[in-house]
């Protein structure tokens, strides 16, 4: 089992950064893949973005390409998420996902999940 705890969700302004944060106690995250992924309101629950367990590679939904950076530190054990260029429409509660064999999109895929942390994006 991996207990996985998010934090650093908040109320920002459009154009802000965050940085949100991923920890577990269970297991390295060197030995997992992990994910982020966030739902909406009356959405369903979207892939945001992943990290191997492998030379850290990273993939990346289109939506958010180029303004948010997954990344960790094994050290501290913590999996990071850094949102830059909020927009409204990035609103949502945020979830850190974590697989023994897999990194990627396929939400089926992760066996462990958190609580969530919101991050609101409004004027």
């Known amino acids: 089992q991996v207990q996985l705890v998010e934090s650093g969700g908040r109320l920002v302004q459009p154009g802000d950064s965050l940085r949100i944060s991923c920890t577990t106690s269970d297991r390295p995250l060197s030995s997992l893949g992990m994910g982020w992924f966030r739902q909406a309101p009356g959405k369903e629950r979207d892939f945001v973005a992943a990290?191997?367990?492998?030379?850290?590679?990273?993939h990346y939904s289109d939506s958010v390409r180029n303004r948010f950076f997954i990344s960790k530190d094994n050290a501290e054990n913590t999996l990071y998420l850094q949102m830059n260029s909020l927009e409204p429409e990035d609103t949502a509660v945020y979830y850190c996902?974590?697989?023994?064999?897999?990194?990627?999109?396929?939400?089926?895929?992760?066996?462990?999940w958190g609580e969530g942390t919101q991050v609101t994006v409004s004027p």
């Open positions: 996902a974590a697989s023994s064999a897999y990194f990627g999109e396929d939400i089926s895929a992760y066996e462990y």
């Open positions: 990290i191997g367990w492998i030379k850290d590679k990273t």
